[in-house]
């Protein structure tokens, strides 16, 4: 049925006028931006003529009279670091040795921590699937990844923040109170549940089936 011939549609008043004008009213105080204290860069605008008699020299020039800003944000490419491993012929022994790469750069090429950090909050904190953060990074910042990177990258995060996540369960066994609630879905192809435990402070979620026995598992049976 179209909403317009709902008979249940629910009818409300004409609100009455105010008698006030559209737009801020007099006496509201707006809030502009403050301008920022340290500019990137600073264009000055010298006049480029008398606007009196039309000469263009000018012997004294005034202090800044007044300052407008615009922020805005660079081109966003990748900053590559190349490693490269050399040798020196000792001085004393004259053996060779081999200068050592840190252990966490791996072979050939990999993706640097901050673009890592910024796979895992795309993809959790604001749900963006892997095709469209496969986008977001070459059209934002010109970086061509694959989605093979973005899952590992994920796995990855997922194993550095266990104990985090670990603290977060355990300071939910400490509360007073917790709230609980689950949902269905689907996670690899199966149906399944997503529980969320919170407290006024942490959320812990879980992939587990619907049952009492997952409540027990996660926070307890004294609880």
């Not at 008699?53 to 490419?77: M, S």
């Not at 899952?151 to 066994?173: F, G, H, M, Q, R």
């Amino acid at each position: 049925m179209p909403s317009s011939s709902d008979r249940n549609k629910k009818f409300y008043p004409p609100r009455e006028r105010s008698g006030k004008k559209q737009g801020g009213q007099k006496g509201h105080k707006g809030s502009a931006k403050t301008l920022y204290e340290n500019p990137d860069e600073i264009v000055e605008l010298y006049p480029q003529e008398c606007v009196h008699c039309g000469n263009d020299h000018f012997i004294e020039k005034e202090a800044v009279l007044e300052q407008r800003q615009v922020v805005d944000i660079p081109p966003i490419y990748p900053y590559i670091t190349e490693y490269q491993q050399k040798a020196g012929i000792c001085n004393k022994c004259g053996k060779r040795s081999i200068g050592q790469f840190p252990k966490d750069i791996a072979p050939n090429v990999q993706i640097g921590k901050n673009s890592k950090a910024i796979i895992g909050y795309m993809n959790v904190q604001h749900h963006i699937g892997y095709e469209r953060l496969l986008q977001v990074f070459n059209d934002i910042f010109n970086f061509d990844i694959s989605k093979g990177s973005v899952d590992n990258k994920i796995k990855e995060l997922a194993k550095e923040l266990t104990p985090v996540y670990d603290n977060i369960l355990e300071s939910l066994k400490n509360s007073d109170v917790i709230g609980s609630d689950e949902t269905g879905v689907r996670v690899n192809k199966e149906n399944t549940n997503v529980w969320v435990f919170q407290n006024d402070q942490n959320t812990y979620f879980k992939t587990a089936p619907r049952s009492f026995q997952t409540v027990k598992e996660t926070i307890g049976e004294e609880f």
